[in-house]
């Protein structure tokens, strides 16, 4: 019953209960007039006999009078009970009222989204360069889902719930005998796990601090040392378990603080002789996205990787430039410097840059961008036994060169072409399948159009050399050409194509030599 009807029943009932009274008292007056013509009547008796009916005829009316009130008063006993109870009604009905709108006012606080990506894959050598060794080869779809749903409840306060699925064909199975693919573990085929799940707080005591607690991604600069925490399995997710704490010095500079348990591995910190196995990031991170003087994002950051299973203790000290001008020019310079303990023997001294420029003719028709980059990461110099020059990937682990590049040096131990160049390449690394980029130059020229704006094309070329080699060994690793396309159907969905070719350089010599290769189209859906 809604309130609208409530109140028409108020109303009704109130003019039924009027109506009742005034017919009662009605019925009192004209009983009270039809006795007066008897009582004028009575006087034509005898004295005795007219007081004696006048006295009975009295005795009755008062009697009628006595019953008809009692009657009355029982009415408007039973009518003020009925009237209670619609009260009530009316109060429940207006609680019900308010509570609707309470939850109309709940949705609002509430934002949700997801992401679906359907891909075709064909790809070949991926980890070799032997057309006769087909374990590398996959043909196959990937499916990839994910729903997310944010709580604001009040301005300062946001919760992020995010569910992620991810299947490589229908129908993959795994055997027991590699746990690493197990069904029942996170971020493998047909299983639904936890993407994310944090809480943001802001103002923190009051003060220009924000508080970011739970599972969380972790993007800074263009990704190169932080931005996948779970590289190991194939971009799925990216996430870390941890504490982000961001100062908000001013409006442009802001200072974040960090502790992220990359991999938990055994709960217990009784293994590896009490000294346990877990993997962190720690440290901090300054931005300040807009410099006074130049206008150019500025970027500074230390950060330490700990690995207690192998006794690794690795800080890094770098720093990032960038912009993109009104003029077409677009630029990011970074560079980073790392120290500390490699190993339980090794000192680390090692060394990375990444950079890129390009310059977009925003007054022609298709809009082209033509940009140069370069990548350097350094390699380990075999001299030096007390130390490791070799880089270490932190969390750059991504496929931001492409997939293949990824997958070349992806942590398989014998399986990768790779061990026949230098068998360190994974020497450092105790995460299977993270891709350990190091020891190598990567120097590209690229360009891309929009023939119209829902289209993207884009190519480029890039030389890949290796820092240091063995002896006999040639430091050239090979050329590397890619491709794509991307169509934009409307700001939900989106369609693309990319193709790439690795073609191994001298340094294979010894080994097969037959070309990798990764073809793909994708529909993507987000909202």
Same mark, same amino acid.
């Given at each position: ?30 009983? %009270? ?14 004295? %005795? ?57 709940? %949705? ?136 982000? &704490? ?90 980073? &410097? ?21 310059? %977009? ?102 030389? &890949? ?63």
């Amino acid at each position: 019953m809604n309130a609208h009807s409530v109140f028409c029943q108020l109303f009704n009932f109130l003019e039924e209960m009027e109506e009742k009274m005034i017919k009662k008292i009605s019925t009192v007056a004209l009983a %009270t007039l039809i006795c007066l013509p008897t009582l004028a009547s009575a006087g034509a008796g005898s004295s %005795t006999d007219r007081v004696a009916d006048l006295e009975k005829q009295m005795a009755d009316m008062n009697k009628a009078f006595n019953a008809q009130m009692q009657a009355m008063k029982d009415e408007i006993a039973a009518l003020k009970t009925k009237n209670a109870e619609m009260g009530k009604e009316v109060a429940s009905t207006s609680d019900a009222v308010k509570k609707s709108f309470d939850s109309a006012e709940w %949705t609002k606080k509430v934002t949700v989204g997801g992401q679906l990506t359907f891909r075709g894959y064909d790809i070949q050598n991926v980890w070799d360069f032997d057309d006769n060794a087909d374990g590398d080869n996959r043909s196959l779809f990937r499916t990839k889902g994910s729903l997310w749903a944010d709580f604001k409840p009040t301005d300062d306060v946001t919760a992020r719930i995010q569910l992620t699925n991810q299947s490589w064909g229908e129908g993959v199975t795994y055997t027991a005998s590699n746990p690493t693919n197990d069904t029942a573990l996170d971020n493998n085929s047909n299983k639904a796990f936890l993407d994310n799940a944090y809480v943001n707080v802001k103002n923190i005591l009051g003060l220009p601090v924000e508080g970011t607690f739970g599972r969380q991604n972790l993007i800074y600069g263009s990704g190169f040392v932080v931005l996948d925490g779970q590289s190991q399995f194939a971009s799925t997710s990216i996430y870390f378990d941890g504490v982000k &704490l961001r100062w908000h010095i001013t409006d442009q500079l802001m200072l974040d603080g960090l502790y992220m348990k990359d991999q938990e591995n055994n709960v217990a910190n009784s293994v590896n002789g009490n000294a346990g196995d877990d993997q962190t990031l720690s440290g901090f991170y300054l931005t300040n996205k807009k410099c006074a003087i130049t206008g150019m994002q500025q970027e500074i950051y230390a950060l330490n990787r700990h690995d207690e299973a192998i006794k690794k203790d690795i800080w890094m000290y770098g720093l990032r430039l960038s912009d993109k001008l009104a003029n077409g020019i677009d630029y990011s310079l970074e560079a980073a &410097l790392q120290t500390g303990d490699a190993n339980a023997t090794q000192d680390q001294d090692a060394w990375g840059t990444k950079l890129e420029a390009g310059y %977009t003719f925003k007054d022609l028709g298709w809009k082209p961008r033509f940009y140069a980059q370069y990548a350097f990461m350094s390699g380990d110099d075999s001299s030096s036994a007390g130390d490791n020059e070799q880089w270490d990937v932190y969390y750059g682990g991504w496929p931001q060169w492409g997939d293949l590049l990824a997958w070349k040096y992806l942590n398989i131990g014998g399986g990768n072409s790779l061990n026949n160049v230098y068998g360190s390449y994974d020497a450092q690394s105790n995460v299977v399948g993270e891709a350990v980029y190091s020891n190598l130059q990567i120097a590209g020229l690229g360009a891309s159009v929009k023939p119209i704006d829902a289209v993207t094309l884009g190519i480029s070329y890039s030389k &890949l050399t290796f820092d240091e080699t063995a002896a006999g060994i040639d430091d050239d690793f090979g050329d590397y050409y890619q491709a794509s396309a991307k169509y934009q159907y409307n700001k939900y969905l989106s369609f693309s194509l990319y193709g790439a070719l690795l073609a191994p350089g001298d340094a294979f010599n010894n080994t097969p030599k037959d070309d990798a290769t990764e073809a793909y189209w994708e529909a993507e859906f987000k909202f």
